[in-house]
């Protein structure tokens, strides 16, 4: 603070001094507060005042774009975040679908595998059943082909007994007739 104060002293003399100086300067008749700023003539100016002021003009007005253009790539940044945070959003939304979607293809894959071991085991049983009736019509096929061939055995002795003896014909009336 002591630096400070000890330096105002020399400060306001400056500022004394600087005022004098101004007020020594002769104040040109044509100044313009506000020349035309986009003319090359406001730079190439004789008077110093009128260049720095068209350049401070000009400044000014740069910075001004600077900080729209600034507060527009702000908000289009803004409006970026907020989209990528959607999108983002959606992923783990997604995410968490396909997980439930893999469970349930996991649980519909267990009840698949049981039925298949499950039908496997039917026609396992049902094969050997088909064996079973397979032996069981072998069995009654050959005992079909046995009777028929003991009937045709028994159908040859009949035939050679009743061959010896003459047909006898019925007659109703009359009874047999020969």
């Known amino acids: 603070m002591l630096i400070f104060c000890g330096a105002y002293p020399a400060l306001q003399g400056h500022k004394a001094s600087a005022a004098q100086t101004q007020s020594q300067a002769p104040v040109d008749p044509l100044f313009v507060a506000y020349p035309e700023r986009y003319s090359d003539a406001c730079y190439k100016s004789p008077d110093h005042d009128k260049a720095d002021l068209c350049a401070q003009w000009r400044a000014a007005i740069a910075a001004e774009k600077a900080a729209k253009e600034a507060a527009r790539a702000t908000n289009w940044a803004i409006i970026a975040t907020l989209l990528s945070a959607a999108g983002v959003g959606g992923l783990i939304y997604t995410l968490f679908q ?25 026609a396992v049983a049902g094969a050997a059943d088909t064996a079973t009736a397979l032996a069981f019509a072998k069995q009654n096929a050959d005992a079909a082909s046995e009777q028929v061939s003991i009937s ?27």
């Open 98 to 122: 396909t997980n439930g979607a893999l469970t349930e293809a996991r649980r519909g894959n267990r009840i698949t595998m049981k039925a298949n071991a499950r039908a496997t085991r039917q």
């Open 152 to 178: 045709r055995d028994v159908e040859k002795k009949e035939c050679a007994l009743t061959s010896r003896f003459e047909p006898v014909h019925f007659n109703i009336i009359l009874g047999p007739v020969r």
